[in-house]
C-alpha cells in the first residue's frame, strides 16, 4: 500500500501536533518539545544562510571591505535585537530602541544594496 507524500506529511504534522497537546499537561515534556522545535528551526535558519554564504561569496568579497564590514555589523544588530526582543519590549524606551536599531541595521543593508548597484 502506498500513501501519498503529501499526505503522510500531513499526518506527520498533525501526531506531533497532536503529541504537543498532549504534553502539554506535563509542563516540561511541553517545555522540551518546544525547545527543541525551536532549535530545529535555529538549524534550519543557519544552514539557509550558511548555505546563501557558499552560493553569493564572490558577490559578497567584491563589495569591499567596508560595505561587507557594514553588512555583517548590520546582521549582527539585527540577530542582538531580535534576541532580545521580550526584553526590550518590556519599557517604552526600550520599544524606541528596537525600533531604530531596526531601522539602523535596514538602512546600512539598503546603502550596501545601492552601492554594489552603482556603476
Not at 27 to 54: C, E, K, T
Not at 67 to 82: K, P, Q, S
Amino acid at each position: 500500500m502506498s500513501i501519498n507524500k503529501n499526505i503522510r506529511n500531513a499526518v506527520i504534522v498533525v501526531l506531533l501536533a497532536t503529541l504537543i497537546y498532549a504534553s502539554h499537561a506535563a509542563d516540561i515534556a511541553y517545555s522540551f518539545i518546544s525547545q527543541l522545535i525551536s532549535l530545529a528551526f535555529l538549524a534550519a535558519f543557519a544552514w539557509i544562510a550558511a548555505r546563501q554564504y557558499r552560493d553569493h561569496r564572490i558577490t559578497l568579497h567584491s563589495l569591499g571591505t567596508r560595505n561587507r564590514m557594514i553588512l555583517y555589523g548590520a546582521i549582527g544588530v539585527v540577530a542582538l535585537t531580535l534576541s532580545a526582543t521580550s526584553r526590550l519590549w518590556d519599557t517604552g524606551l526600550g520599544t524606541i530602541a528596537w525600533l531604530v536599531l531596526l531601522a539602523g541595521s535596514a538602512y546600512a543593508g539598503y546603502v550596501v544594496f545601492s552601492s554594489a548597484r552603482e556603476y
